[in-house]
């Protein structure tokens, strides 16, 4: 099996930028297992994978809003 580097993983810092967070905050998810963001450990690296981060903000969207009319 060859393992090949995934060019769509990126630090906790993109991460954070992506939600609008503090990249301490991704820490305190992580922690506290708040929300169901996956996440990678490569030694004391954490990483995630951008799909991963955008499927994450998709699934928080309400399905009760009011469409606009342009």
């Not at 090949?4 to 930028?17: F, H, R």
């Not at 450990?41 to 009760?64: M, N, P």
């Amino acid at each position: 099996m060859t393992l090949t580097p995934s060019t769509n993983l990126i630090d906790e810092t993109e991460a954070a930028k992506i939600l609008c967070v503090a990249p301490g905050t991704l820490r305190q998810w992580r922690h506290h297992k708040r929300y169901p963001l996956p996440y990678r450990k490569i030694g004391r690296l954490v990483k995630y994978d951008r799909a991963e981060v955008e499927a994450f903000i998709a699934s928080g969207r309400q399905s009760g809003q009011v469409p606009v009319d342009d």
